[in-house]
Nanobody
Framework: QVQLVESGGGLVQAGGSLRLSCKVSRRDSGANSLAWFRQAPGKEREFVAAIRYRDGTTHYPNDVKGRFTISRDITANTQYLRMVDLNTEDTAMYYC?????????????????WGQGTQVTVSS
């Protein structure tokens, strides 16, 4: 079974940057698409970025496009989320997710595996 472990969260000032990492174990068990979601207190889980593992195709929602970059390192079985120009509205728990499917989806229900999350807090 695919296992996902996030790291890299923390406290950062507005305008700053962070890079989140997600180590993917047993990827061959069914992690063909990888994604990041986030969830702030009292809000629904929100799609942030997705990448197709085999060819690196990416997809972003409009509100993070240009500020967030998803990537993967095939040899390290790790995916990353580089975030720049952070603002207080980016404060949330960030989750790594994996799906068996190849289509890059924005709905959380499409993802089969989830990590425990890493907290990102942006101070003003």
């Amino acid at each position: 079974q695919v296992q996902l472990v996030e790291s890299g969260g923390g406290l950062v000032q507005a305008g700053g940057s962070l890079r989140l990492s997600c180590k993917v174990s047993r990827r061959d068990s069914g992690a063909n698409s990888l994604a990041w979601f986030r969830q702030a207190p009292g809000k629904e889980r929100e799609f942030v970025a997705a990448i197709r593992y085999r060819d690196g195709t990416t997809h972003y929602p409009n509100d993070v496009k240009g500020r967030f970059t998803i990537s993967r390192d095939i040899t390290a079985n790790t995916q990353y989320l580089r975030m720049v120009d952070l603002n207080t509205e980016d404060t949330a728990m960030y989750y790594c997710a994996a799906a068996r499917g190849l289509i890059l989806r924005e709905d959380a229900d499409a993802y089969d595996y989830w990590g425990q999350g890493t907290q990102v807090t942006v101070s003003s």
